[in-house]
Each structure stands twice: as structure tokens, then as C-alpha cells.
């Protein structure tokens, strides 16, 4: 029954932010895990299937490895940046759009100008698109966006013999992008008032 005073107000925020960052700290560790798990999981059958059907050796393996490296602190620093140049100046921005414009694809565009067995490339894109869906909170739309993209991305790269076919690849990815940003928006915002507004910002990000 006693009135609150400023001194305990910062006492319960203090252990909101201890709870905070326990639990912060837990999913963490969580994610660490099944990280673990999932690379586990992919070697292991990468190793195992390779052995009789096709053959992917050390160095297709560590470019895999690299690639992967690359594409998530990649889209790291790029979500950092256009968080920090758009969304703090221009609110209206909706936060998924920036998301679909990650260059996710070019993880699937490069592995499969490297490993020529299709299997591997569409393994490896499975693999990229789940990382990248932990890496924004297990974002649904993230994930369909970069399997289906990155198939695409792989797809268009199989056979380039020049400079123009990774032109025309990276276009026709984008269409695809496009394509399944502009369904997972229709689904998600169907009957709402701002469809227009994120069909508007996220479908040319998709393109982007």
C-alpha cells in the first residue's frame, strides 16, 4: 500500500534487464546449438552421399564454408547500414523490405559457379537459407525468399560461359525474388490497409 518511489522503479527495471539479458543470453546458446546441429547434419550427409554419386572434394567443402562465412557477415553489415541510413530518417520504410533486399543470393550464385552437382548446390542453398532465417529470428518470409531465390540464383549460373550470363542470372533471380515477396505479401497483408504500401517497398527490394 505504500506509494512507489523513483529508487524502486530502477530497482524493478534493473531486474527486467537482468531477465532481459538472461533470456537473451539463452536463445543464444539455443541457436548456438542447433547451428551446430544443422552444420553437423549437412557434412555428414554431404560426406555420405558424395561417396558414391558424386564427388566433392576438400576445397569444394571450404568454399562452401567461406561462402557462407561471407554471406551472413555480409548481410549483417548491410542490414546494420540501411538500418542506420533509412529507418532512422525514413520511418515509412517497412523493416522486411531492407530483409529482401539482402543480397542473399549471391551465397547460391557463387557455390554453383564452383560445384558443378546440382545436389550439392540445392543442399547447400537449404543449408545458407535456414542460417539466414536464425539470423533474423527465424523469419518465415526470409527463409522462402532465400531457398527459392537462391535455387533460382544457382539455376541461372549453371553453364555461364560469359559475363552477360551472370547479368541475365542475377535478373532473372530478381524476378523470382519478386515473384515470391509479392505471394508472402499478399498472404500475409490480404485485406489490410497498407498492402499497396508494402507491396510498393518490398517487391522492388526483391528486384534490388
Partial sequence: GSVIQPVHMNILNEIR??????????????SAAFFVILSLVFFSYTRRFTSNKVKVDFRDVTVMGLVTLIVVAF??????????????????????????????????????????????????????????AMM???????????????IAAARGVYGCQKRNDLYWAGLRTGLVNASVILALVLIQKLGDADLWHYIAWCVPAGIL
Avoid: H, Q
Avoid at 534487464?17 to 539455443?30: G, Q
Avoid at 529482401?100 to 547447400?124: D, H, K, Q, R, S
Avoid at 533474423?136 to 537462391?150: E, K, P, T, Y
Fill in 17 to 30: 534487464n537482468l531477465k532481459s539479458d538472461r533470456r537473451t543470453d539463452f536463445i543464444a546458446l539455443i
Fill in 75 to 132: 548481410t549483417k553489415l548491410f542490414l546494420f547500414m540501411t538500418d542506420a541510413a533509412f529507418l532512422s530518417r525514413w520511418g515509412t520504410i517497412p523493416p522486411m523490405a531492407l530483409l529482401y533486399a539482402a543480397p542473399i543470393a549471391m551465397g547460391p550464385m557463387l557455390v554453383g559457379l564452383v560445384v558443378t552437382y546440382g545436389e550439392i548446390v540445392w543442399l547447400f542453398t537449404a543449408f545458407l537459407s535456414v542460417v539466414v
Fill in 136 to 150: 533474423v529470428d527465424m523469419n518465415f518470409g526470409m527463409l522462402v525468399v532465400s531457398m527459392i531465390g537462391g
